[in-house]
């Protein structure tokens, strides 16, 4: 998607799906948008610099929108690129305002001041998690499904698998996720691949699902294959097939 300047009437911090057939599911992404507050400009770089995956998950948000369709669940999607605050990142450690990604740097992240940091919190990552906290609390122990995607090459090296599965506490969940998975033989699926959730844990799975002791899968799906309408729809329905058929829960009409 290009990226578009927008107007404070036209930004929202999230997007708040609701779902009404399968309240006990809870889809989120908390990279799915590539937005900037107007305030904030592009913070120093090149618009196309905003369409690359620095500035957030491709592919991730309309996976996560059409899932929440097919299995008519709830979905939190957040409103802000991570270069502006990261969702997904606990509040002061380096990588929750980053001054560089992937090797590009992000001028408007330099230096930043304490008043700064805790203004960019008070626009895009408290409303977040908010909306987070109210949703987990709409049902008793829902599943969490949290939706990512990687690159298909990341530091010059290939990334084989089309879709990998992260875990730290909940292994029975994840198991149970690469195992349907798996039933297709074509597919490449990663076990804690592109990266282990032991070593690089996300706050929304650390910090807040886990402490909760919530039921939950990180997905990881290969950018490219969801980079079309096409690859969208696949990879939707491959995993509401799975949620239904695997995990038991219902699907809607679409």
Known sequence: MPYAHKSDQQIEAFKAIEGGLNPSLLLLCDHAS???????GTLGLAPERLEQHIAWDIGAAAV?????????????????SRLFIDCNRALGTPNSIPEESDGVAVPANKALSTAERLHR???GFHPYHCELTRGLGLADNPFVVAM?????????????????????RDEVSARKLMGALEQDVTLCVGDNQPYSAHDT???????VLEPRGLSHVIIEIRQDLIATEEGVVEWAERLANIFIDDFGFTGAAY
């Open 201 to 207: 844990p996300g706050y929304t799975v650390a910090g």
């Open 64 to 80: 996560t929108r059409r899932l929440a369709r097919i299995l008519g669940a709830p979905a939190l999607l957040s409103g802000y």
């Open 34 to 40: 590539n937005a900037l507050p107007p305030g904030w």
């Open 121 to 123: 919190a008070q626009v």
């Open 148 to 168: 990512h995607s990687c690159t298909p090459v990341f530091a010059g090296k290939a990334r084989p698998w089309h879709v990998g599965v992260l875990w730290r």
